[in-house]
């Protein structure tokens, strides 16, 4: 029976090290409004739809609000963002990880201020809230599973006018949206 179990382990651990690949997650996906539960981050909702694009060791998730590219190797990668113009001083950024844990893959988005101080040169990084999509596929690949949270890396001394308390940071809520795949 023990020498099974290693076959098993060993099994596991070998797939792991040569890269198998990811799950698929290419699709458009329409929300399931009925099937979603818990409370968004910061009161936001769920996107209506959301297209995946995945692509060797890419994704790229396009929801309203933008597109969002990954790299799937666990590191952090930034990208400048433009949105707002050129400011003196100021650079914002958009990072994204994607880290997999066997069939989940986990998204973080964090919108980034870099400033730089006229006086010293120093430039400072500010990272605002981190948003959280964990993805997982149903058995037979039709239903994406979208678990959304977030969080702070620096948390604020006060937030709305009082001493800050992470029970209260809406930022830290959570939502479970199913999303079922559009026919071809």
């Given amino acids: ?3 099974g179990r290693n076959v ?10 040569l890269g198998q690949p990811y799950p698929d997650f290419s699709g458009k996906w329409i ?19 959301m297209e995946i694009a995945q692509n060797g060791n890419e994704l790229t998730m396009t929801i309203k609000t933008g597109s969002f590219r990954f790299i799937l190797d666990g590191a952090a990668h930034a990208v400048l963002d433009r949105s707002m113009g050129d400011l003196p001083d100021f650079v914002r950024k958009t990072e994204t ?3 997999r844990d066997g069939n989940t893959l986990t998204l973080r988005v964090t919108e980034l201020a870099e400033q730089t101080d ?4 120093i430039v400072s990084v500010h990272p605002g809230i981190t948003d959280v999509h964990t993805l997982r596929l149903s058995d037979n690949g039709n239903q994406l599973i979208d678990e ?17 308390k992470q029970l209260e940071d809406y930022a ?7 999303f079922v795949r559009r026919q071809r």
């Fill in 118 to 121: 006229r006086q010293t040169g």
């Fill in 148 to 164: 959304r949270t977030g969080y702070r890396a620096k948390p604020p001394g006060a937030l709305h006018g009082r001493p800050y």
């Fill in 31 to 49: 929300l399931d409004k009925t099937r979603t539960a818990g409370e968004a981050p910061w009161g936001q909702t769920h996107a209506e739809s």
């Fill in 172 to 178: 830290y809520r959570r939502q479970t949206a199913v």
């Fill in 1 to 3: 029976m023990r020498a």
């Fill in 8 to 17: 098993i382990l060993c099994g596991s651990l070998c797939a792991a090290a």
């Fill in 97 to 99: 990880v994607a880290v």
